[in-house]
């Protein structure tokens, strides 16, 4: 058997969005249709432009996955992502190009899809295992597995219209992950469950893919994708903008959505958005990662300012600070607990500022407070506004999207201690 | 999986040729099992009376039927007394009726399941037909009673009863593929079933015998297929002596053109359905 698990040559889906009355949008009705064929047969055939219009939700899309890997599709809502998940699993046609599986195919494009409120979790374990394309016989074997892994024993007798969504969730995440499948397709159902329960999906999927099973995880929570995927491509407007490693191809991403994002809140770092305080002209204010184009958490990061006298300065002074989303001071640098700088003549240019040797904040945005002044006189004054930057998602702590409410800001390189070791 | 190998899938736009494919059909027959019964479980468990529904709308039906077509118009029911006469026919009717409306919404309603998941959507329709038997089987153990209660031992043409029954659920689902394929595009049938089903009633030997139409006429009848079953299920249950030999036949005909039309239309749309359902 070849090595291939998927192979795509110009795939493309194309929609038909019809122009008109709204409620025609969707369904037709019988009648506009038999008027329309009434209204054809009397102007003839040949004339049947309708006036609906192409929409690409998916164009050119040619791809090879081998077996075993594990593959992050990434993009915007509305890129392509679940479309291309949806004809990768047969629930759609491609309007053009050709596609190949090599293997069976799992797909879990929804958690607890065909999930019955009035039976019990024991039926709908069967019910929904057959669903995603088990045989009873697998579903039986796996069956222990299944109630295990959701944590539902004793209430595997109880309608799953009493469970607790927590509950629900599990039980149905925990059929579609033993499904047993050689190429299973996921769209973004890691962001449901509790932290221990999202670990343990996080685990599974790395599992399944140890197993040498092929994975194409669609998420957009970029820290799964980077702790679970091993290649990835980005998906914009249907077609494929980036592929190769995963972290190059998500900072590439994550880049290019800030950039997109914040393009007015960079305009004040570029040069020619200069800000003028009292004494200084702040020609360029920059954050940075030594390690890429976007910053990570315990990246090396570089704050560097860079700033013309415009009168003579006996004691230049520089702080930064890193605010929080609420512009709450998180941490603060000044120069002067560094280093003496020497005094600027009018008109001369200087670039000075900070090395963090490991960033220390979770994933986010943030924003950077700049002051500059003159010392000699105690003054320092702020450099416009703070200017927003983020931290890109990345598993910090193994994976899971981390809140602000409950992990803080601040990173912490830890590890768990269980004594006596388990 | 070890016990059986899963070839290339090939991904592409289909073309005109549709092919029937029904060995899809079989990989999937653990699901259509479950779907039947899951339909059937949740129907018995959400209603109070459960069970008692299967029976209960046929037999106030035939009370109904007894009464004004029996008793008042004396509607002649070939020498057998009319309840029995009526309740016999009422039992394919109702199966039919039943089968029939729920494959005609069958595809719509399960939406969630269409565009999340792949498998043959066949299996959906086929699983609300066969979701009908279940009452059937209720129902017809009433019958026995009534039988029993009037009197009459069944000949050996009892034994046909199956193929009556095949012919009905035939009949139902061969409806019902062109219904629910039609509903996915227009909502409008949605709103015709009903109107169908009753329409069709009347045009059905249910409350008057078929031998009121001229012999002439009696093959032309049975392009009503459901003519040809109810007829059988008299001729099988009951005792009449006139076999429904050519009206059957004629029936069976148009159910079979009909079924494979059926599942040739529903199989050349069946790939737009997630995108249009």
């Known amino acids: 058997m070849s090595q291939t698990a998927i192979r795509l040559e110009g795939l493309g889906k194309a929609y038909a969005i019809t122009h008109g009355v709204q409620s025609r949008l969707k369904y037709g009705s019988l009648r506009d249709s038999l008027a329309n064929g009434v209204r054809r047969v009397f102007r003839g055939r040949g004339n049947e432009d309708d006036p609906a219009e192409l ?22 809502n509305g890129a392509g992502k679940s479309t291309l998940l949806k004809i990768l699993s047969r629930i759609t046609e491609p309007t053009e190009g050709l596609g190949e599986i090599h293997g069976r195919i799992g797909s879990l494009l929804e958690v607890g899809t065909g999930f019955h409120p009035e039976l019990s979790g024991r ?73 221990e329960f999202q670990r343990k999906c996080l685990e599974k999927l790395r599992s399944i893919g140890g197993q040498g099973r092929t994975i194409l995880l669609v998420s957009h929570n970029m820290a799964a994708i980077r702790a679970i995927c091993t290649r990835g491509i980005v998906l914009s407007k249907g077609r494929i903008v980036a592929e190769g490693p995963v972290n190059a191809v998500a900072d590439q991403y994550l880049a ?18 200069s800000v003028e305080t009292g004494r200084f002209v702040v020609d360029d204010i920059s954050i940075r990662s030594l390690e890429g184009s976007v910053i990570k958490t315990f990246d090396p990061v570089e704050i560097l300012v860079t700033m013309t006298a415009k009168t003579d300065v006996s004691d230049p002074g520089l702080a930064v600070a890193v605010l929080g989303a609420d512009h709450h001071r998180l941490a603060g640098l000044d120069i002067k607990d560094f280093r003496t700088l020497q005094p600027m003549r009018e008109g001369e240019r200087a670039t000075m500022g900070f090395r963090i040797e490991q960033f220390p904040f979770l994933p986010g945005a943030y924003y ?55 | 999986m070890a016990t059986h ?157 199956p193929l009556f029954i095949v012919l009905a659920v035939a009949t139902a689902l061969s409806v019902g593929l062109w219904l629910c394929a039609l509903n996915v595009r227009y909502r409008d049938v949605r709103y015709t079933i009903p109107f169908l089903t009753q329409f069709w009633l009347f045009l059905t030997p249910v409350a008057y015998s078929s031998s009121m139409v001229s012999p002439r006429w009696r093959a032309v009848y049975g392009l009503n297929p459901m003519a040809g079953v109810v007829e059988g299920f ?41 995108d249009n359902v």
């Open chain 2, 5 to 161: 190998q899963h070839p290339v899938v090939y991904l592409r736009p289909s073309g005109r040729f549709t092919r029937l494919n029904l060995r899809d059909l079989h990989e999937y027959r653990d699901l259509l099992y479950f779907l039947v019964w899951r339909d059937v479980k949740v129907r018995y468990k959400q209603t109070v009376l459960g069970a008692a529904w299967a029976i209960l709308q046929p037999l106030l039906t035939m009370v109904a039927f007894s009464i004004f077509f029996g008793r008042l118009a004396k509607v002649p029911s070939d020498g057998i007394p009319y309840p029995v006469f009526a309740y016999a026919a009422l039992l394919p009717w109702t199966l039919f009726a039943y089968s029939m409306t729920e494959a005609g919404n069958s595809l719509v309603g399960s939406q969630n399941l269409i565009t999340k998941v792949y498998f043959p959507r066949l299996v959906i329709p086929i699983a609300a037909v066969l979701g009908g038997l279940v009452d059937f089987g209720v129902s017809f153990c009433v019958l026995i009673v009534l039988m029993f209660y009037y009197g009459i031992t069944p000949t050996l043409a009892i034994l046909t009863i």
């Open chain 1, 123 to 195: 039926e709908n374990i069967f019910l929904n295992g057959t669903i995603l394309g088990m045989r009873r016989a697998e579903v039986l074997r796996n069956f222990d597995a299944i109630v295990d892994f959701a944590e539902i024993e004793q209430f595997l007798d109880v309608p799953v219209k009493r469970y607790s969504s927590g509950m629900y969730v599990r039980l149905a995440f925990a059929v579609a992950v033993h499904l047993e499948p050689e190429i299973l397709v996921v769209d973004e159902v890691l962001a449901v469950g509790d932290a």
């Open chain 1, 368 to 422: 950077l407070e700049i002051r500059v002044g003159e010392m000699a006189e105690w003054s320092l004054e702020l450099a416009g506004d703070p200017l927003r930057f983020d931290v890109v998602e990345t598993p910090v702590y193994g994976g899971r999207r981390l809140t602000q409410s409950m992990h803080g800001t601040v990173a912490l390189r830890a590890r768990a201690i269980v004594s006596p070791e388990q």
């Open chain 1, 55 to 76: 929409f690409w939700a998916l164009k050119d899309v040619s791809l090879e996955v081998a077996r075993g890997e594990i593959l992050g599709v990434i993009g915007r």
């Open chain 1, 256 to 273: 290019g959505a800030l950039a997109g994002a914040l393009a007015g809140a960079l305009a004040g770092i570029g040069s020619d958005h």
């Open chain 2, 234 to 274: 008299r001729w099988a249950l009951l005792g009449k002596k006139e076999t429904p030999g050519p009206m059957l036949a004629v029936s069976v005909v148009v159910v079979v053109t009909l079924l494979i039309g059926g599942l040739y239309y529903f199989r050349r749309l069946e790939s737009t359905f997630a």
